[in-house]
């Protein structure tokens, strides 16, 4: 199989991956993506879809279909480790944003895509069962040798651009970032998913704690999951667990027990905290971990894109909106119809390299839930009398803006995306 001269070849059928191939297919720029994995399935756990990660969606007209799975969120409420609650604010369409922020199940927010890929690309454009192995890059194009899920060798593919957006671990990155660790801080994370009866709205994405005593961060991704009206419930507990802590595999299985024992006395009279652990359907385990920005996403014609290029802490549900945002940023630069991409691939990167570096150095930082680290430092992991004889709502409400305005989902700064 050899691709036209005049297409571009997507290395990763993930969110972003896609999302790019609809935007290109929408601007009548013709390319093709290849996804490692033989069969596309709903799999993994919860995701946010905040405002500008929905801006994104809408404008590919797939707002409807995430709707109808997900769950728009009502409000985001802090709480300390003992329950107690600290702040709450509006989400999305509730707090004036043109779009909601939706709480999906990612296999689902998956499926969409892909989906949605397959109908308007074609069959024929999108192919699964395709790992990237190696690639050579002459002065007018790049060959691309990928390999079978038996790790056979595949027809070698020739395009003009390649996209890499084959996630955290990417294989492309890989080549010319050969000696690249992850940077790890000693914080380990497990996530599950547990049938749930609705906790507080039902509609509530809540943040319990912070890492150093332990931190839970909770939300409903599917509605009425079976017939006693519970919701599938995401849920992912972290800890700073220095001792003993090793970078293991990115998604392994999780065992209740190890939660269990650092939560175990979690129980509050709006939540049940053991119970929601224990009840889990699956638990993944693996460490937080992130990657540091590098200095150059683009090389001759190839460049980086989502997680490939930017790994950033699963806080804030900000790596699959800069995901979103990275592709319809170079969607729109490869459509300017020059001769030679390559200017477009190295605007697109000017644009988008130094704000996904700052959205990770905040990540880092102050994090989303720096609410909670706040309370617990001038609290020193206390239980209060209320919040207000503790931080002032004005101040965390100023914590929550300034972290909006960074990672690039302010009110005032969100605007529709063409």
Known sequence: MTIRQTDIAIVGGGIGGLALALHLHT?????????????????????????????????????????????????????????????????????????????????????????????????????????????????????????????????????????????????????????????????NTWRGVTRFAPILTGKT???????ETGKMVIYPIVDKADEQGRQWVNWMAEIRMEEGVTQNDWNRPGRAEDVLKLFK??????????????????????????????????????????????????????????????????????AKGEPDPLPALHRYEAVRRPITAKVVQTNRSTPPDFINIKVDELTQGQPFRHIDDVISQAELRKISDDYKKIAGFSLEALKPAT
């Open 265 to 334: 006395d979690w129980t509050f009279d709006w939540l049940d905290v053991p119970k929601l652990i224990a009840d889990a359907d699956s638990i993944l385990e693996y460490p937080m971990v992130d990657k540091d920005p590098i200095d150059q996403w683009t090389f001759g014609r190839v460049t980086l894109l989502g997680d490939a290029a930017h790994p950033m802490y699963p806080r804030g549900s900000n790596g699959s909106a800069q995901a979103l945002i990275d592709a319809r940023t170079l969607a729109d630069e490869l």
């Open 205 to 211: 994405y809540m943040r319990i704690g912070s890492i």
């Open 27 to 187: 601007r009548g720029v013709p390319c093709h993506v290849f996804e490692a994995v033989a069969e596309v399935r709903e799999l993994g756990v919860g995701i946010t879809l905040l405002p500008h990660a929905m801006r994104e969606l809408a404008a590919l007209g797939l707002q409807p279909a995430i709707e109808a799975v997900g769950i728009e969120n009502y409000e985001s409420a802090f709480f300390n480790r003992h329950g107690q609650f600290i702040y709450s604010e509006l989400r999305g369409r509730h707090a004036g944003y043109p779009l909601p922020e939706v709480g999906i199940h990612r296999g689902k927010l998956h499926k969409i895509l892909f989906d949605a890929a397959v109908a308007r690309l074609g069959k024929d454009r999108v192919h699964t069962g395709h790992r990237f192995d190696r690639m050579v890059q002459t002065e007018g194009d790049v060959e691309i040798t990928f390999k079978d899920p038996q790790g056979q060798d595949l027809p070698s593919v020739r395009s003009r651009v390649l996209i890499a957006s084959d996630g955290v671990n990417s294989a492309v990155r890989r080549v010319f970032y050969p000696d690249e660790k992850m940077v790890f801080t000693g914080i």
